[in-house]
T-cell receptor, first 114, second 119 residues
Framework: KQEVTQIPAALSVPEGENLVLNCSFT??????LQWFRQDPGKGLTSLLL?????REQTSGRLNASLDKSSGRSTLYIAASQPGDSATYLC?????????????FGSGTRLQVQP | EAGVTQFPSHSVIEKGQTVTLRCDPI?????LYWYRRVMGKEIKFLLH????????ESGMPNNRFLAERTGGTYSTLKVQPAELEDSGVYFC?????????????????FGSGTQLSVL
């Protein structure tokens, strides 16, 4: 059974810092890994999707890496801004036959102080 | 283009009552998923529709939960009778249909969720 863990659970940094969020998963047989952002009272917004054959994806100040063999992914945020404050979730799609369910981590709550 | 919409955004009911949540997926998206987050825990999968057919309902907690997707458009999730432990945020997501060999590229779009409080 796939399990996804995110560390740290919460993080507070001053504006301008570069930061790294971590995600680990127990079963490396995955189709992809997605990083989402959730703002309070809002839905989940997909930030980056990394296919199992890829090593990283970049979008603006965000860079996500994937090391499938070790079951790890990191989300790197460069030059953090107060608007980056949100909960960041990672989710994996496992290669369970016939199933398309995503397995989510519990998230990292990020606060960027102005 | 409209995103995934869910309503109500909030629902407060008493234990034993019935509640129906609705999800309108992005137009043209054949895949529709229900997830929920209870008591600050991880978001958990409930079920998956492809058009009007239930493809996977392995995450449904018990028979008090009934999901439908008549005509393959919007979906409803009914909880009857509601219990205290059903409180949480219920999310809906949709995606375009992709072939089995393209699952690595399937991207889900989530709605804002329905906050359900059972008192």
């Amino acid at each position: 059974k796939q399990e996804v863990t995110q560390i740290p659970a919460a993080l507070s940094v001053p504006e301008g810092e570069n930061l790294v969020l971590n995600c680990s998963f127990t079963d490396s047989a995955i189709y992809n890994l997605q990083w989402f952002r959730q703002d309070p009272g809002k839905g989940l917004t997909s930030l980056l999707l990394i296919q199992s054959s890829q090593r990283e994806q970049t979008s603006g100040r965000l860079n996500a890496s994937l090391d499938k063999s070790s079951g790890r992914s990191t989300l790197y945020i460069a030059a953090s801004q107060p608007g980056d404050s949100a909960t960041y979730l990672c989710a994996v799609r496992s290669r369970d036959t016939g199933r398309r369910a995503l397995t989510f981590g519990s998230g990292t709550r990020l606060q960027v102080q102005p | 283009e409209a995103g995934v919409t869910q309503f109500p955004s909030h629902s407060v009911i008493e234990k034993g009552q019935t509640v129906t949540l609705r999800c309108d997926p992005i137009s043209g998206h054949d895949n529709l998923y229900w997830y929920r987050r209870v008591m600050g825990k991880e978001i958990k999968f409930l079920l998956h529709f492809v058009k009007e057919s239930k493809q996977d309902e392995s995450g449904m907690p018990n028979n008090r939960f009934l999901a439908e997707r008549t005509g393959g458009t919007y979906s409803t999730l009914k909880v009857q009778p509601a219990e205290l432990e059903d409180s949480g945020v219920y999310f809906c997501a949709s995606s375009q249909d992709v072939a089995q060999d393209l699952l690595h590229n399937e991207k889900l779009f989530f709605g804002s969720g329905t906050q359900l409080s059972v008192l």
